[in-house]
């Protein structure tokens, strides 16, 4: 938790990847992408060091949700699920907490260059072959560097922005939600299939 003068930056980025539709995953496999994704983050600030100051301790706070927070795409049900539930979360909290000098965004990243996707565990149904296929799919999409994403971070904490969205395809995917916030994904769905050519 690097200093910022008087204040402490806390960012919650918890995150793990599932894949796999409803039918293909266990409970077992929602409950443990849950535990970590959503109540992993310290989601309430319990781990403040102590004797901070209550100047220190009130934050910025960042959670990092997913653009899979903002649109839900097949093959990712519980994915989305716990990036919502972060999303909601946040968005809650900084009702909650208006007025006073704490200040709460939620971080929506897009595609970035990282094994998240390699890493992710397939549910207990999938089949390896697809989740492989998706795999490969998301190294192609995946644009963003870390660098550059943690310089948009870093930048939307200082201007005390509410919603940070990362990647040329956050800004993409949130502006076709809002415009069709029901069938966004038939237009969403070709346009990627675009990108990972």
Partial sequence: ???????????????VGLGGTVEELAIEDIEWLMSINFLGSDLRNENVPAGSSSQAAAGPYRHVSSVFGIV??????????????????????????KGGN??????????IRTNIARNAKAGAGAD????????????????????????????GVLNDKEKILIGSDAWMIDKIQRLMPVSYWKPLGKLLEKLAQ
């Fill in 1 to 15: 938790m690097p200093n910022m003068g008087e204040r402490i930056l806390i960012i919650n980025n918890a995150g």
């Fill in 72 to 97: 839900g795409p097949p093959g990712h049900s519980a994915y989305a699920a716990s990036k919502f539930a972060v999303r909601g979360f946040t968005e809650a909290l900084r009702h909650e907490i």
């Fill in 102 to 111: 704490v200040t709460v965004s939620c971080v929506q990243p897009g595609g």
């Fill in 128 to 155: 390896p072959s697809v989740v492989e296929k998706e795999n490969q799919f998301f190294d192609k999409v995946s644009k963003t560097l870390p660098e550059t994403a943690a310089d948009v971070i870093v930048r």
